[in-house]
């Protein structure tokens, strides 16, 4: 019941965002672009319980249709980041440098992009403010109650872009805990995003 009254809520909320947003987003040149999401989170976790967060997602686009995401996430008795979230700077740091890279600088390069498929999307548009975007995560860090686990999920996001620098997000997903317990779980969330050009 609770799931049936959320989906036709959401689906309410973005189809009224829709109708009162204007303009159209240019999307087709998003080659490079980081987008800046604050989350908020609702976690079930199965045996490891239920848990709320708050934090951040970084979004990098590879061009139009794929993009990496890097969550850093809080909460009581629970965190979570992406192995991309701790390499990225890494690779920033090394980008940053003259022309000729030392061998940490390279090696910063190689990690940072190695981690950025850890987590990854794809854009499919509807229309001409909204998008699905399919994505994966294949090892993400988590800590439910000081006890670590790593995860993989699935997941789906719907997008509304309000403008050329602002967009709304709602995100569910189920994830599957790599430990002796064979625990899963499943996620759902909403953020408000601003693109950095």
């Given at each position: 019941?609770?799931?049936?009254?959320?989906?036709?809520?959401?689906?309410?909320?973005?189809?009224?965002?829709?109708?009162?947003?204007?303009?159209?987003?240019?999307?087709?040149?998003?080659?490079?672009?980081?987008?800046?999401?604050?989350?908020?989170?609702?976690?079930?976790?199965?045996?490891?319980?239920?848990?709320?967060?708050?934090?951040?997602?970084?979004?990098?686009?590879?061009?139009?249709?794929?993009?990496?995401?890097?969550?850093?996430?809080?909460?009581?008795?629970?965190?979570?980041?992406?192995?991309?979230?701790?390499?990225?700077?890494?690779?920033?740091?090394?980008?940053?440098?003259?022309?000729?890279?030392?061998?940490?600088?390279?090696?910063?390069?190689?990690?940072a992009v190695a981690t950025s498929v850890e987590s990854m999307g794809y854009h499919i548009r509807l229309g001409e403010k909204q998008e699905f975007i399919p994505y994966y995560s294949l090892c993400r860090l988590r800590s439910f109650d000081s006890q670590?686990?790593?995860?993989?999920?699935?997941?789906?996001?719907?997008?509304?872009?309000?403008?050329?620098?602002?967009?709304?997000?709602?995100?569910?997903?189920?994830?599957?805990?790599?430990?002796?317990?064979?625990?899963?779980?499943?996620?759902?969330?909403?953020?408000?995003?601003?693109?950095?050009?």
């Open positions: 019941m609770f799931c049936q009254t959320l989906r036709i809520t959401l689906f309410a909320l973005f189809s009224v965002l829709g109708v009162f947003c204007q303009g159209q987003v240019p999307v087709s040149e998003r080659n490079s672009r980081v987008d800046l999401h604050i989350t908020a989170d609702y976690i079930g976790a199965g045996s490891l319980g239920t848990y709320v967060s708050g934090g951040l997602l970084g979004e990098f686009h590879y061009g139009d249709r794929v993009s990496a995401f890097f969550p850093l996430a809080f909460g009581k008795d629970y965190f979570e980041i992406g192995l991309g979230t701790i390499f990225a700077p890494l690779g920033l740091w090394a980008m940053s440098g003259g022309e000729e890279k030392t061998l940490g600088e390279f090696f910063g390069m190689l990690l670590g686990e790593l995860s993989a999920s699935l997941g789906l996001m719907m997008r509304l872009h309000l403008s050329d620098r602002w967009h709304l997000n709602w995100s569910g997903e189920y994830s599957q805990f790599y430990t002796l317990r064979q625990a899963s779980g499943v996620e759902g969330g909403m953020s408000v995003a601003y693109v950095f050009r």
